[in-house]
Structure formats: structure tokens, C-alpha cells
């Protein structure tokens, strides 16, 4: 029995291990900005267009990085907050794996969308 134990426990601990990359598209934006939807409101408010210098701005002023989707208006997480900047308003895809627990890619490649 003891055996059992010992082995479940073992299987559990590297099934996470396990998960397999995927590839998820959108645009590289900022945290708050996707909370609301996208960068509509931020815009309005400053007067500009330009999702690259509202990401970037959000981000300084403490927003995090996040891989948004316009059509579902879903937005994950980025475990890697440096990669990220060089594509900062631009459509991206992202091949990582999804921590669905906590929303967050683990990113292992960002490249401009084609």
C-alpha cells in the first residue's frame, strides 16, 4: 500500500512536467488595458492612437504585460514580463504552456504575428 502511495505521489508531482506547448495569438498589451477591454478608453483619455507607447506607458506606471485576444476579449498572463517589451502593441503569437490555475503563459517564444 505504502508503494502505491509513494508512486501516485510521484506520477502527480511530474504530470506537470508533462503539459505540452501551445501556440496562443493576440496582441502583446498591458494588464490594465486588457482588463478593460482593450485600448479604446486609454486612447479617448490621451488622445493618441498608438497601443505600442499605451502599453509601454501602462506598463511603467506599474501594469504588467498580457497576451490579449480582441475577439474573445480574454486576455493570459506572462510569466516573462522582459521578452514581451520588444512587441509591446503588436500582434504576436506566443508558443508556451498554460497554467490554467493562475491564467499565465509560461512563455518560451514570442514572434510577430505573420
Do not use: W
Not at 502511495?5 to 503539459?19: D, E, M, R
Amino acid at each position: 500500500m505504502k508503494k502505491l502511495v509513494l508512486s501516485i505521489a510521484g506520477c502527480l508531482l511530474l504530470a506537470p512536467g508533462l503539459a505540452t506547448a501551445a501556440t496562443f495569438s493576440g496582441e502583446i498589451m498591458d494588464s490594465p488595458c486588457a482588463e478593460g477591454g482593450g485600448h479604446a478608453s486609454m486612447f479617448k483619455k490621451e488622445g493618441t492612437n498608438d497601443a505600442k507607447a499605451c502599453t509601454l506607458a501602462c506598463v511603467k506606471a506599474g501594469g504588467k504585460f498580457v497576451l490579449f485576444n480582441d475577439s474573445t476579449k480574454k486576455y493570459y498572463m506572462l510569466d516573462n514580463q522582459t521578452k514581451p517589451r520588444a512587441f509591446a502593441g503588436q500582434q504576436v503569437q506566443v508558443t508556451g504552456t498554460l497554467n490554467k490555475t493562475s491564467n499565465t503563459i509560461h512563455v518560451a517564444e514570442i514572434k510577430a504575428a505573420s
